[in-house]
């Protein structure tokens, strides 16, 4: 019978080119490796690397089996991280949907301080209201509200998506040109800047260009950087511009490194949301989780 712990060592031998490498990334002597290795070789009844003096070289028919078994192996490791039984029985953990931005500038900085275990995760709003209904998640910070019975929302805070500068950006004369309200030559002058935007989400700026300005936004950003928290520290004391919710950039903006460039003539605002089950059995750390949030988006 085939050993899962052969395949796990295949898959780290393929992703770090040595058994060397696969020894440190498991904690295993690397005999141990070599060991798994050869069984699974004589198992599947082929060679799955070539071995040459510097690394190991996946065959062909190596390369079919890692991505054969890659998810299924990744599937396993995940449940063997959620699962595993913890040698702290008494301190529960809480799971928390939120996007990346939200956690990195409220919830990161006082993890150390929690008295209870948390697991973050990451994800599109649709797929987090799913995991919270099925019990994967214990609360989540959501914009969207969605159809499920057993759910519960609660308003906390509105964030208003605006136009940002760095302080080096010279703005004398676009706050002149609000003045005009003249959509065309605002247009012209916001275009002629550098702009910044994120790879995981330009949704912001399509939607403020077409309510402010009726149409979609004909340009492309000189910067896409991995995410807003990257345009934050971009813009800080330089120059460029960005669309993005305004309490991302709160502390620069009080520091004097960021300034609110425009709120648009129409106004977007987004409603944030606690999204929780309405009978959960960790209400006392959604709570705690809760205060954090109000207490740093004020």
């Not at 899962?4 to 990334?25: Q, V």
């Not at 060679?47 to 089996?65: P, Y």
């Not at 609660?154 to 080096?168: H, M, S």
């Not at 149409?215 to 990257?230: A, E, H, L, Q, T």
């Amino acid at each position: 019978m085939v050993n899962f712990e052969w395949f796990r060592t295949f898959k780290a031998i393929y992703e770090t080119g040595s058994l060397t490498g696969a020894a440190e990334a498991l904690f295993i002597s690397q005999p141990g490796v070599s060991l798994h290795l050869s069984s699974l070789e004589s198992y599947v009844g082929y060679k799955l690397f070539d071995r040459t003096s510097r690394k190991m070289v996946s065959t062909e028919r190596g390369k079919i089996l890692y991505n054969y078994i890659l998810e299924a192996i990744c599937k396993l490791e995940d449940a063997e991280r959620h699962f595993h039984k913890s040698t702290e029985k008494d301190v529960p953990t809480i799971s928390i949907g939120m996007c990346f931005e939200t956690f990195q500038f409220t919830l990161e900085s006082y993890l150390p301080t929690l008295p209870f275990n948390v697991i973050i995760k990451f994800g599109e709003y649709p797929e987090m209201l799913a995991d919270l209904d099925n019990g994967i998640l214990d609360m989540i910070v959501t914009p969207h509200k969605g159809d499920y019975k057993g759910l519960e929302y609660k308003p906390f805070f509105k964030e208003r998506i605006v136009v940002l500068a760095g302080a080096q950006t010279p703005t004398d004369e676009f706050n002149e040109l609000l003045k005009t309200k003249d959509l065309n030559r605002i247009q012209a002058w916001l275009k002629a800047q550098t702009w910044y935007g994120s790879s995981g989400d330009m949704e912001h700026l399509r939607r403020f260009w077409h309510i402010n300005f009726g149409k979609r936004p004909d340009f492309k950003p000189n910067f896409i950087v991995p995410n807003m928290g990257s345009i934050i520290r971009c813009l800080s004391n330089g120059k460029g511009i960005a669309v993005i919710p305004d309490f991302l950039s709160k502390k620069e903006r009080d520091s004097g490194n960021i300034k609110l460039l425009w709120e648009g003539y129409n106004l977007i605002e987004n409603t944030l949301y606690f999204g929780t089950r309405k009978k959960s059995i960790y209400a006392e750390q959604v709570a705690m989780i809760q205060e954090i949030f109000e207490r740093e988006m004020v």
